[in-house]
């Protein structure tokens, strides 16, 4: 099976190493193609394109758009995009507007605890100060020993239900499959098991998905167990979805897989770049 990794994330928005590194890494663990999609941004990809020419990567241009649905923030991965698409470029740029607003709202809340100082600790690990997120607020917390690893931040202080948590409203979905599919890219719940979504509920996004162009699952990535992969590859062929993958790579350390780390599909899968080969190499896919 080919070594694919069609979602990561480099220093443009929240992952450690720069767009040139996270490909080098890539190659050194085998990873034939490869997609960057950093949260709600797409400068990377130029710098990512030219490191994974010289390293014989197969490269796709990727993003993962934040998007409210009910309520709720999913993650949309766009593949294959065209990032000079005027409608995409307009978009993120309107979505990354709301991040600073987002992390003042963190700041205060993490501030109501007694934890002071978490904006400016934040900004320090922020490579773009557009794209601060929740991750760089986690990186602070650690090394202010609030917590072990970034990970065990998110589920203390980051999510739901949490006192560093505050809601926000992202991109609808609808607008984001429109920039993905204008840009002729392919739409791709990411991490679909992530969350916490009800049968029925979940059959209803599905079904909004479905209805508004999506193209795949991301079936087999690092937060999914074993059960939920065999669970949305049936979703994905009950659907007539395609499947995807991706490593949710963030940094060494941070991550549940590494680049290049994936498990196989579940049986009977149609994988999303077997409708790449304008892009891919036929002979790669074949």
């Known amino acids: 099976m080919l070594n694919i990794d069609l ?17 080098e ?7 034939e193609i490869l997609a960057l999609t950093d949260h709600d941004d797409i400068a990377g990809l130029v710098e990512a394109r030219k490191a994974a020419e010289a390293k014989s990567i197969t490269f ?7 998007v409210s649905w009910r309520g709720r923030t999913l993650h949309i991965v766009g593949l294959d995009i065209d990032p000079d698409y005027a409608p995409l470029v307009e978009g993120l740029t309107a979505v990354r507007a709301g991040r600073a607003q987002r992390a003042r709202n963190i700041a205060a809340e ?27 607020f986690a990186r602070f917390l650690v090394e202010q020993g609030y917590a072990k690893d970034v990970k065990s931040v998110f589920k203390k202080y980051l999510v739901k239900g949490k006192p560093g948590y ?26 679909p098991g992530r969350y916490g979504l009800g049968k029925n509920v979940l059959s209803d996004l599905l079904d909004e998905f479905c209805a508004l162009g999506g193209s795949a699952l991301e079936v087999v990535t690092s937060s999914h167990t074993p059960e939920q992969m065999q669970l949305f590859a049936q979703h994905a062929n009950n659907r007539n979805l395609l499947a995807s993958c991706g490593s949710d790579f963030h940094g060494p350390g941070e991550s549940y897989f590494d680049l290049g780390q994936l498990p ?20 790669l896919i074949d």
Request: glycine fraction near 12%; charged fraction near 15%.
């Open 7 to 23: 979602h990561c994330h480099s220093s443009i928005s929240d992952g450690v190493l720069t767009p040139e590194q996270l490909v």
């Open 25 to 31: 890494r890539a190659a050194q663990r085998g990873v």
């Open 264 to 283: 196989e599909f579940p049986l009977g899968c149609t994988p999303v770049w077997q409708q790449w080969k304008n892009t891919v190499n036929a002979e």
């Open 60 to 66: 796709i241009n990727g993003v993962e758009i934040s």
């Open 166 to 191: 505050t809601p926000h409203e992202w991109a609808p979905l609808s607008d984001a499959l429109s920039w993905i599919r204008g840009s002729g890219g392919h739409a791709v719940i990411a991490h």
């Open 110 to 136: 993490l501030e109501k605890i007694g934890i002071q100082g978490s904006l400016e600790g934040a900004y320090t690990y922020v490579g773009v100060r557009s794209l601060i997120g929740r991750t760089h």
